[in-house]
């Protein structure tokens, strides 16, 4: 939104109601505080009299109340508990669609959304600065959310300029206000007699130009300058912004997450509460009969028990860890990922934290930020992967537990042109789960996946010729690493479910033998039944130009194989490190064991490629979930060099 | 380890016995003076797969180190039976019990494959380590990195880093 005019026009108070009537007019629907609740909220404002005339608010580190000023003003409240978050980007919103037909196939069909008409009035300068960022979340891609866009688009924002803020406000210290800057189509600034106002964009100007504007008198200015220099005053500067970004990455192991992990309840509600925060889940609701299921997507918290969960376990399973999560990427990963803040200083998640935790308390103890706003190369927006219905062609138990299915689909798959290291297999009704393709086939895919959960274990019981939502493939895949392995000897660890993985790895290589150096596959598992392609491992074994070396960490006495963890199979090899290109999957201790070995051969961090398991919903580094350290492992991963990684690796609760 | 000289022994020249031992990790560049100490000591002997070369809760008397071949290690668990822990490749030993009191095997040690061994005589070698400080500093280091390799295994083996969590936290 440009600056087109820098005039400022004088809206007496008696004619406010003009301006709301513009707004509403073809149907619009005008959002702006409101009493409700023992609160102001965002509502529907019909006209002047809904807005909370004499209304303001008392606001410390968790509590709000209502507070009766008296008087004509309408906007001297601090911000409210509502953010303008929730009509951009809904807290429930329905995705997709699918029916069972009564074949057996499956029909997938986008849901119905409605883009509404809207203007905000009343938006905060802080409040402007969280659009700003969510834009740059949403829209910065490579895949984005045309729904959000949309709904931006479709949407005038009437900024009103904060003259009573709240003592939780640090708009101040993080650069967003609380004087208006940017990002609003009108802004006002309420005075005893009337507004002052300026138009930010066309379509403000547009509006500006119907209003029975008079000119400001010096009073009115200097009314204004007075308020702002108030409004400043009063929040002063509570934390100290620059350098806040490796400060507080330094600190990933101060003691005081565990002190606020003492008082934090995990409740979520500053992430609920937060105009920026944007992680979502995704819900399947069917009908009784199950044939027909609508997929929904629900705002979600980084403090829910289940974020960092996968089937090896939860990643952030201390309060500490979901605390550090949320306020390092808040304050620094988010610079990493979006180029800005992820904090706008409007003080929300201070004033409904229930036991008061305050985030100014917390950064000033741990460490304080910068302002700065990093920018962003501009991206070529990238559609998201739509999903397709694939039938099971034949399946196979590689073990009790574990199941490999081959995938088709009409027409094929060109492998040519697709990249991506795993696809979200959706059973309608049921769920959706990340799996990494093992094999590419001209006709679709091979996929093995292992019962880690209810999803997992309906959709390995499914029979040949029963149809799934599969979409992609995404991520970052292998090929990187194999372009760079030509005439390098190759070393593949895997160990347990992460042979699936890396078999991308060892048929590319196969594939094309003559490409590659001295090539060694070291693979573990639990116990010889619990072994995966026990036929192609023999027939790896069988060729004689690479060498399969396999162990269980434990055996009975009929297996003749060996016993050990995965490292023991190369922790004394002979082989020069200094030509090796590694691939590793599997648990992450098991990882580390290895790369600490390798590393012992003199394989670099940057030749030692892994692929990391986070829990991943979205696929496209939207919903926040598989976010470790400043990647999200969907978008940036799963594969990654240990010196990506760096000291991120290994650490607990990231 | 007394039924083992009785499968597969033969009579040991001492040098050939010395080249094997420096051909094993376990074995590798050890100074001059032990390598013959140690070469006295030795024996190397053969035995087919199956063959118990040590049997839990035995004294070990000799301390093996594997030329070739693969020996389990592998304790009698109720309702499970013979369990293995661990596998031993070339190069490296078992039966370190020899050199640790009470100098009773803490499991049984089970040729998977025909194997190669060179056995140190288990009373020679204590006798020899408390009074040859020169073979003592250049042979307890070794059994030591044996046992703190064998050691850190064990730890990510208990982890049980494979298992599924479904039980876990949710």
Request: aromatic share 8%; glycine share 10%; hydrophobic share 40%.
């Amino acid at each position: 939104m440009v600056a087109t005019s820098t005039t400022i026009g004088f809206l007496p108070r008696a004619d406010l109601q003009g301006l709301i009537d513009l707004l509403r007019q073809d149907g619009r629907t005008l959002l702006g505080p409101t009493v409700a609740d023992g609160a102001i909220v965002y509502d529907e404002i019909e006209g002047v009299a809904d807005l909370p005339a004499g209304w303001g608010s008392e606001q410390s580190p968790g509590r709000f109340r209502l507070q009766e000023r008296g008087g004509e003003r309408l906007f001297d409240y601090a911000v409210p508990p509502t953010t303008w978050k929730r009509f951009v980007f809904p807290p429930e919103m329905p995705l997709s669609v699918a029916t069972r037909n009564e074949d057996g196939t499956l029909t997938l069909g986008p849901a119905k959304r409605e883009i509404p008409k809207l203007a905000f009035l009343g938006v905060r300068a802080c409040e402007l600065a969280a659009l700003g960022i969510e834009d740059r979340v949403f829209l910065a891609g490579p895949y984005t959310d045309e729904d959000f866009r949309a709904r931006r688009n479709a949407s005038i924002v009437v900024a009103v300029q904060c003259a009573e803020p709240a003592s939780t406000c640090f708009c101040t210290s993080m650069g967003t206000g609380p004087g208006i800057r940017s990002g609003h189509d009108i802004s006002l600034i309420e005075l005893d007699e009337g507004f002052l106002v300026t138009a930010g964009s066309p379509v403000g100007s547009a509006i500006m130009e119907q209003l029975p504007l008079g000119t400001p008198t010096a009073d009115h200015l200097s009314a204004a300058s007075d308020q702002l220099v108030a409004a400043r005053e009063k929040i002063g500067d509570p934390v100290e912004a620059r350098g806040l970004h490796d400060r507080l990455l330094a600190k990933l192991d101060s003691p005081r997450w565990a002190e606020v992990a003492e008082r934090c309840t995990a409740c979520g509600n500053c992430t609920q509460s937060c105009p920026t925060c944007f992680c979502t889940t995704t819900v399947y609701q069917s009908d009784l009969d199950g044939v027909a299921t609508s997929t929904e997507r629900l705002w979600e918290s980084c403090f829910n028990e289940g974020f960092g969960k996968v089937a090896g376990g939860n990643f952030r399973y201390r309060f500490q860890d979901r605390y550090r999560q949320w306020l390092t990427h808040k304050f620094a990963t988010w610079f990493d990922q979006f180029g800005t803040s992820g904090c706008v200083g409007c003080g929300r998640c201070i004033t409904w934290c229930p036991v008061g935790i305050d985030v100014r308390e917390e950064l000033n103890a741990i460490a304080p930020p910068s302002g700065a706003v990093l920018t962003l190369p501009e991206i070529k927006p990238v559609p998201p992967p739509r999903p397709g219905i694939f039938t099971i062609a034949s399946k196979r138990e590689e073990t009790p537990d574990t199941t490999t299915l081959v995938l088709t689909k009409p027409g094929g798959m060109d492998w040519e042109d697709v990249r991506g290291e795993f696809v979200m297999v959706s059973l309608p009704g049921i769920g959706s789960v990340p799996i990494s393709v093992s094999q590419r086939t001209p006709e679709g895919m091979v996929l093995t996946i292992r019962n880690a959960g209810p999803a997992t274990t309906a959709i390995t019981s499914l029979d040949a010729g029963a149809q799934l939502a599969v979409s992609g493939p995404m991520g970052v895949d292998w090929e990187g690493p194999l372009e760079l392995a030509h005439g390098k000897d190759i070393v593949v660890v895997a160990g347990g479910l992460g042979l699936p993985p890396v078999r991308p790895v060892i048929d590319t290589v196969m594939n094309d033998r003559d490409k590659f150096g001295a090539f060694r596959l070291y693979y573990g598992a639990r116990t010889p039944s619990d072994l995966l392609y026990k036929e192609e491992l023999a027939a790896w074994s069988a060729r004689g130009d690479m060498e399969v070396a396999v162990t269980v960490d434990r055996a009975d006495a009929t297996w003749l194989g060996r016993v050990g963890i995965v490292t023991y199979l190369f922790d004394q090899a002979s082989w020069d490190g200094s030509k090796v290109i590694a691939f590793l999957c599997g648990p992450e201790r098991m990882i580390q064991a290895s790369c600490n070995v390798l590393q012992a051969h003199g394989v670099t961090p940057d030749r030692i490629f892994i692929s990391m398991e986070r829990h991943m919903q979205c696929g496209i580094g939207l919903c926040g979930h598989c976010q470790m350290g400043k990647f999200f492992v969907c978008k940036d991963g799963p594969v990654f060099s240990l010196a990506q990684l760096g000291d991120t690796f290994g650490r607990e609760g990231i | 380890m007394s039924d083992a000289p009785d499968t597969a022994a033969r009579p040991a020249d001492e040098a050939s016995l010395v080249a094997a031992l420096n051909s094993t990790w376990f074995g590798a560049n050890l100074p001059p003076d032990t390598q013959v100490r140690l070469g006295r000591l030795a024996r190397r002997y053969q035995a087919p797969a199956g063959t118990v070369l040590l049997a839990e809760g035995e004294l070990a008397n000799e301390l093996g180190v594997v030329v070739s071949g693969r020996v389990s290690l592998r304790t009698l668990v109720p309702e499970q039976g013979m369990i293995t822990i661990l596998t031993v490749e070339p190069g490296d030993i078992f039966g370190q019990s020899a050199v640790v009191p009470p100098y009773r095997a803490t499991s049984s040690c089970v040729a998977l494959q025909p194997v190669d061994v060179i056995a140190l005589d288990g009373p020679g070698l204590r006798a020899a380590l408390a009074s040859d400080c020169e073979l003592a500093a250049a042979l307890y280091p070794r059994v030591l990195q044996a046992l703190a390799r064998r050691l850190s295994a064990t730890r990510l083996q208990m982890l049980d880093l494979f298992a599924s969590r479904q039980g876990g936290k949710w």
